[in-house]
């Protein structure tokens, strides 16, 4: 059985429509422990181009169940055996303002919703362009 995929290339997720956030905001701390928002924004943010999106949700996975480098194979094929919620439904995209950007290889960086970037891959036709989840349901 192949494994499921979160991973986009060649694409961009800009942030919800019901997003509160005109620009990327930092995702703050709750009750001084690092939330699934801020464990992503960091491994992102501090490294451009370095993960894909897979890669990001197993080690926010990893970090929040505090695994072992010796549990990490199996653990990694348990997690990606069945599908996983994308970045489109990631607090960074729905709540904190952040775009992301997939290159050809599927590596991913964070473009915050104020900046010239973000509106050039917006309007990048050569990209697949993608609106994160929205946060309420449409009445």
């Given at each position: 059985m192949n494994p499921h995929t979160t991973n986009y290339y060649n694409?961009?997720?800009?942030?919800?429509?019901?997003?509160?956030?005109?620009k990327g905001e930092i995702p703050?701390?709750?009750?001084?422990?690092k939330?699934?928002?801020?464990?992503?924004?960091?491994?992102?943010?501090?490294?451009p181009y370095q993960f894909t999106?897979?890669?990001?949700?197993?080690?926010v996975f990893a970090e929040r169940n505090e695994l072992t480098d010796g549990e990490m194979d199996e653990a990694k094929k348990q997690f990606f055996s069945k599908g996983q919620p994308c970045l489109?439904?990631?607090?960074?995209t729905k709540?904190?303002?952040w775009g992301i950007h997939f290159d050809k290889d599927g590596k991913i960086a964070l473009y915050g919703a104020e900046t010239e970037k973000y509106s050039q891959f917006l309007g990048d036709k050569s990209l697949k362009r993608i609106k994160a989840v929205r946060s309420s349901k449409r009445i």
């Open positions: 694409s961009f997720i800009g942030i919800a429509d019901d997003s509160v956030a005109a703050p701390l709750k009750r001084d422990k939330t699934v928002a801020t464990i992503q924004f960091d491994l992102i943010y501090k490294n999106s897979d890669d990001v949700l197993f080690q489109r439904a990631s607090s960074l709540r904190y303002g």
